[in-house]
């Protein structure tokens, strides 16, 4: 009677935490570079958005304008509706599309100074398969 060996997925192998599979399935993930806290800085002419160097990020930690109009300067969060979060040291909210490549800033923010701080995204999909050894 022949034998099927189930294909587990890296989110199995880490979920199980086996000592014999987690380096393996730690290292196809890149754990190293996704604790890695990556600082994106901006300075130029006036813009009301930023492509990430890193596509897709695990998490935006924060968001700084450092230098922009009137009134713009300060941190910001990300918010995907216009009614605003409040908060007595938040300046305004950020959007990000999609494929989370592009931080958005509302119209006027003519931000020339930025600094992102993020976290970088798994380097294999947590559903491919794990590859012991």
Do not use: C, W
Request: glycine fraction near 6%; avoid cysteine; proline fraction near 3%.
């Amino acid at each position: 009677m022949a034998t099927s060996t189930e294909v587990q997925t890296l989110k199995v192998v880490l979920d199980d935490a086996n000592p014999q599979k987690i380096a393996d399935a730690l290292q196809q993930i890149k754990l190293g570079s996704i604790l890695d806290v990556v600082t994106q800085t901006y300075a130029g002419s006036a813009v009301n958005a930023l492509t990430l160097d890193d596509a897709n990020p695990l998490a935006i930690l924060s968001v700084s304008v450092t230098a922009a109009a009137v009134g713009r300067s300060g941190a910001y969060v990300e918010h995907d509706t216009a009614t605003a979060p409040t908060s007595d040291n938040l300046v305004g909210t950020f959007t990000i599309n999609a494929a989370r490549t592009v931080i958005t800033f509302p119209a006027g923010t003519d931000a020339t100074a930025i600094t992102v701080r993020y976290l970088k995204n798994v380097a294999k999909s947590l559903s491919d398969a794990f590859a012991q050894g």
